[in-house]
């Protein structure tokens, strides 16, 4: 009897627990759960726009694989593209949408409560 | 296991932040000898001064050729400066493996010249007034607030240089006539004594590193 008592509270502790985390990671954005995406995301959060040649020196990765993760940023709407002519050369410059900033900084919190819970 | 890759993925975001928007291979070592090419700039110049009377005011005409030399020491000093700046960091930037010359970089030169060159034209414009008095003063507030300005694009503690050249600076517009003395402490002591908090704060971290791996 006692024993079922203790068991039970111990159950009752462990799924709040459980269900907080669960809260939380509803907040973990999946379009942000990569490497790559999330470094492309951190650069434009404190630069105001940066080059493809930029991104790839940072990040280490190939064109191919920068290319297709910035596409998949761009369709969630998170980051723009901005083309223009400098001396008549075209020249690429991303940045990051309103709806990013917001996006980003849930992202970051929810990764902060996750490591402190 | 999942917590350790939540932290790896802080870590690495703020890595990247700070990476990507400051310079952060600015050597120490650098700074203290510029600083004591300062102090060796400030020595020659007393020598020159010594035997004038025209030491607290050089108000008067003729000191053409006196005031060209000062000149030449300061140029010589900075320019030493600036060499040894650049070698020491390039040393370091490419230990670091990051990029001396991107966007960072040329940012931060952006927003260090337009104070100092603002300073350098408004100090020449002085002297062609005769205003030899404020000089000193001009140039510490100026080079000062180069420093404050570039400072978010690279180390702190650059901010904290920047802030002291100003107050020394405005110490010196106080006591005009103390010039060279307020400007040995402003370009030599100060450089020695920011680039060795700099030069400690690199061999602190570079411990902790090779502890780590």
């Known amino acids: ?117 | 296991m999942t917590d350790n890759k939540y932290l790896n993925d802080l870590s690495e975001i703020k890595d990247l932040m700070n990476r990507s928007s400051r310079f952060l291979s600015l050597s120490g070592m650098s700074g203290i000898l510029a600083g004591v090419y300062a102090l060796i700039g400030a020595d020659i110049a007393y020598l020159l001064l010594k035997n004038k009377t025209v030491y607290i005011r050089m108000q008067s005409s003729g000191n053409a050729e006196l005031v060209l030399k000062l000149m030449l020491i300061a140029i010589t000093v900075a320019l030493l400066a600036i060499i040894t700046a650049y070698i020491l960091t390039r040393k370091k930037a490419i230990k670091n493996k990051e990029n001396m010359w991107d966007q960072t970089t040329k940012s931060m030169l952006v927003h260090f010249m337009i104070p100092l060159v603002t300073g350098g034209i408004f100090g020449l414009i002085l002297l062609n007034h005769e205003h030899y008095g404020i000089m000193a003063p001009i140039t510490l507030i100026f080079y000062g607030l180069a420093l404050v300005n570039v400072s978010k694009l690279t180390l702190d503690t650059v901010k904290y240089l920047g802030i002291s050249e100003i107050i020394v600076g405005l110490f010196s517009a106080i006591y005009v006539g103390y010039g060279l003395f307020f400007w040995a402490f402003g370009f030599g002591i100060l450089h020695i004594v920011y680039g060795g908090i700099m030069y400690f704060k690199e061999k602190s971290t570079a411990n902790t590193q090779s502890r780590q791996e």
């Open chain 1, 1 to 117: 009897m006692r024993f079922s008592i203790v068991s039970t509270s111990l159950n009752s502790s462990l799924s709040n627990k459980v269900k907080n985390i669960k809260n939380i990671i509803q907040h973990i954005n999946k379009a942000f759960d990569h490497r790559v995406r999330l470094g492309i995301m951190s650069i434009l959060m404190v630069n105001d726009t940066a080059e493809f040649t930029r991104l790839k020196e940072l990040l280490g990765v190939t064109d191919g694989n920068l290319a297709s993760h910035i596409k998949s940023l761009e369709k969630e709407g998170y980051i723009m593209i901005i083309k223009q002519f400098i001396n008549n050369k075209p020249n690429t410059q991303y940045a990051v949408s309103k709806e990013g900033k917001i996006a980003f900084k849930k992202h970051l919190d929810a990764l902060e409560k996750l490591i402190k819970s």
